[in-house]
């Protein structure tokens, strides 16, 4: 089983930070990215970060300069550095992996975590 565990959520005034973390865990064979989703209420799921296992990445333009994905050294961990937080930016914020395991190779989900940008 893989399971992936989201931290660092909360409340912070606009203009602040907040790092998210999710780590995977399981009987992992490989990963081969990682990603960072956001849902507001009454929107569609989006696509904010993601990162390869080669390291390169991709952002939705509306966080480009301001938030910034990076894997841990265990390369079982990602993080999201968000600086300069707008109200627009409040959603659940959901840990996304392409994970290869013994048996399969598949999309997991973490459980979400409530980002939310208010004064």
Same mark, same amino acid.
């Given at each position: 089983q893989v399971q992936l565990v989201e931290s660092g959520g909360g409340l912070v005034q606009p203009g602040g930070s907040l790092r998210l973390s999710c780590a995977a865990s399981g009987s992992i064979l490989s990963?081969?990215?990682?990603?960072?989703?956001?849902?507001a209420p009454g929107e569609q799921r989006e696509l904010v970060a993601r990162i390869l296992s080669g390291g390169s990445t991709d952002y939705a333009? =509306?966080?480009k300069g301001r938030f910034t994905i990076s894997r841990g050294s265990d390369r079982n961990t990602v993080y999201l550095q968000m600086d300069s937080l707008k109200p627009e930016d409040t959603a659940v914020y959901y840990c996304n992996a392409a994970i290869?395991?013994?048996? =399969?190779?598949r999309t997991y989900w973490g459980q979400g975590t409530q980002v939310t940008a208010s004064s």
């Open positions: 990963i081969y990215s990682m990603a960072w989703y956001r849902q333009d =509306s966080v290869a395991t013994a048996t =399969s190779i």
